[in-house]
């Protein structure tokens, strides 16, 4: 069997990563940047019959929990990382040339600081042929990880660095296969695209990086394409450090009374509405913020509540309580308070509500709450921006009186507008739709740059 036919890709399209999951030939299995959601890596091994013998981590992970403690405890696996990471927890620790056999085939540490410090790339050997690297925030589909998640006074520092290890990595031979963990969709500088995984010829031939002259053209194109990231980056790699809670109970969502709810929600919980758009508006618990339950859930509900705040669920009965617990245990929400047991047809308190507009009938000012880039690429004449992870800080410089939040689709622009009632706003709507809806609509030209 080829190697392309032995290792699983495991998208994750929310977080924009990729984990792998490596038959190696014998029963046996290597898994790579598991996240501690191991349903899609369980189910892929279950398929093949197949035990995951090693976890391999190519870095301390500020995205999501890693997955590899879980699958020492569970299944015996042995965890395969940096010895410079300084794990709190039983692993073997690796250094740059560092070799662990695979039952015939081969696992080779290579140091590639940049994304991190301690960072490593782990390149697969068929006897003495490279087959492929897995290079997790080092070299990624036509770009590289971004380096400001230890501060920004080590950004410059760690993006020389990079430069380093993706001329490294491109001196691998062309043929290699490029297997990343960040993506599309990563808040760790992946550009947009489909592509998952790569080749050292593909990144040496279009790779924009790579092409860039020296090492100092390399860190201002690198360090200018970095934007935003969700605040639960700053603490999870610490978290990975020292080594996530195993998880050893089914996880379940406790059922709560409107009485408990209210009560939770005066002692500082925060209500966390996950029904789609339109049933949010027609009435949601005043206070409650808005994060619809997509693939992108965990990343808002990271970037805008404190790990530590008691959270409570509203769903609708059709919507999966997993796909909601999982989601919150990957980025270390590990205690949800519980749902509102019967969902918001059994609220008895107040309700407010949010008008939703379309396109053709946007009536006042706008507030654009998309990431700079997106808003750069085209947007409404005069509309207002502010990122949407930068609102609950700075809700005060949203437009006076009446507005239209807005967004790609509408979904975040309700959260910002549940954040912005939960401020003292009044007078909001959600445009249901988005830039480009508009632009159909009116028959008017969207305006870019910032």
Known sequence: MRIDERLIPLVDDGLGNSAYLLDTGDGRALAVDPPRDLRALRAAAGRRGLTVAWAADTHLHADFLSGAVQLAATDGAQILASAAGMRAFDHRGLADGDEVDLGGLTLRALATPGHTDEHLSFLLLDGTAPVGVFTGGSLIVGSAARTDLLGGD????????????????????????????????????????TARTSTIAAEKASNPLLAAPDVDAFVT????SLGSYPRYFRWLAETNRRGPAVIDTAQALPQLSTDEVRRLHADGAVIVDVRPVAD?????????????LR?????????????????????????DPADILWPALNIGFDRLAGELAGGMSAWTGAVSTTRLVRPHEVDAPVLDIRQTSEYGTGHLPGAVHL???????????????????MCGHGERAMTAATLLERAGRRDLAVLAGGPHDWAAATGRRLQEGS
């Open 154 to 193: 080590r950004t410059v520092q760690l993006a020389r660095a990079q430069y380093a290890s993706l001329h490294r990595l491109a001196a691998l031979p062309d043929a290699t296969a490029v297997w990343p963990t960040h993506g599309a969709g990563s808040f760790c500088s992946a550009p947009p695209g």
């Open 221 to 224: 194109q690198l360090v200018s």
């Open 280 to 292: 949010i508006a027609a009435g949601h618990i005043p206070g409650a913020i808005a994060i619809p």
């Open 295 to 319: 693939a992108q859930f965990a990343t808002w509900l990271g970037w805008l509540v404190a790990p530590d705040t008691p959270v409570v669920i509203v769903r609708n009965r059709g919507q």
């Open 387 to 405: 990122e949407l992870g930068d609102l609950p800080a700075a809700a005060h410089a949203a437009p006076d009186g009446p507005a239209v939040v």
